[in-house]
């Protein structure tokens, strides 16, 4: 077993996404395991090895999966499960370094700095933004992230510890009791909680190194270049990783309802790496993937439907039909 493992999660249809991780961590990370916890069931025509050195369906490691499953939509359901997986290759499998990455992100270079730090460091986030944001009344705005959380958690960097540990076990506490998507109550899956970390747990690392953890709300702040053929941010930080959040393959821009501030022709400096991305997500099947609708999306769908609530909304249908 290796001691650092690179893990996402992600139902079949995001699959092509995550083999396009895949094949950058196979470039750029050779000696990390990478593993995808499937918040879906396995279909038989599907070569799964592909994809991953392993392929582990969640509801196979927690028992309480199917509760989850009726109580969250799809990405409240992947989102929620996140500290679990966390800790099944913590403690379950040993592995002395753990990093999340959301299937839709692509490495540019290796991760050893993070890897370095976590030899002194519990916890490694990344903030959404490292400066302010423009008040030029377009998205997003630093208000955005009071709503969403302040770091994002398509990246999340552990140590194992027992402060971790004592982390993960917090962390699952709020993600399998108020994992939905429910920001005007304070409540966004995994992400708003961790708000608190740096308070609660000591030896958190904050991430501002602009290379890491680039995307579409981190623009204004962040331009690339090359140099030598290899990207820099801003001239200076080596592009670790870009996260091509919102991404579609039929649109080939920047995506717009969080984030309006840029369409792709005002960027010319992210063309080359968005048409490359687009270029490996058709050859890797997007197109095919994409359209695999959750097996758990159906059984939250018959679960509201069977509950009181889905009884309530039959009535209600009736009387203004």
């Keep these: 077993m290796k001691n650092n493992i690179i893990f ?6 995001y699959l092509a996404k995550a083999k396009v ?5 196979k470039k750029y990370e050779p000696d990390s395991l990478f593993v995808i916890f499937l918040c879906d069931v396995k279909i038989d025509s599907i070569d799964y090895s592909s994809f991953a050195d392993e392929v582990i369906p969640i509801a196979e490691i927690e028992p309480e999966f199917m509760n989850l499953a009726q109580k969250y939509n799809i990405v409240e359901l992947n989102t929620s499960l996140k500290p679990r997986a966390c800790e099944f290759l913590l403690i379950e499998r040993q592995v002395d370094n753990v990093i999340f990455l959301d299937p839709d992100i692509k490495l540019y270079n290796s991760l050893t700095n993070i ?42 960097g552990l140590s ?6 004592d982390f993960l076990l917090w962390w699952k506490n709020h993600t399998y009791h108020q994992g939905f998507i429910d920001v005007w109550n304070g409540i966004f899956v995994d992400q708003l909680p961790i708000n608190h970390a740096p308070i609660f747990f000591p030896n958190v690392t904050i991430e501002l190194n602009m290379g890491v953890n680039m995307a579409p709300w981190n623009l204004h702040e962040r331009y690339l270049s ?9 001239g200076t930080f080596k592009l670790i990783f870009y996260h091509f959040s919102g991404f579609e393959t039929e649109s080939l821009e920047l995506p717009q ?7 792709l022709a005002d960027r010319p400096d992210l063309t080359e790496i968005y048409e490359k991305y687009n270029e490996e997500l058709q050859a890797a099947d997007h197109s095919h993937y994409r359209k695999i609708k959750s097996h758990y999306s159906d059984i939250r769908n018959d679960f509201i439907k069977r509950s009181k609530r889905g009884k309530w909304l039959k009535k209600i249908k009736k009387i203004f039909n």
């Design 8 to 13: 996402t999660i992600c139902s079949n249809n």
């Design 21 to 25: 991780l895949a094949n950058s961590i």
């Design 115 to 156: 890897y370095n730090k976590l030899i002194e460091s519990t916890i490694i986030l990344t903030p959404h933004i490292c400066t302010p944001t423009p008040m030029d009344h377009r998205t997003p705005g630093e208000n955005l992230f009071n709503n969403f959380g302040i770091y994002n958690l398509g990246f999340i």
């Design 160 to 165: 194992n510890c027992p402060t971790v540990l």
């Design 226 to 234: 090359i140099n030598n053929d290899s990207f820099l941010v801003n």
């Design 257 to 263: 309802l969080y984030y309006n501030r840029y369409k």
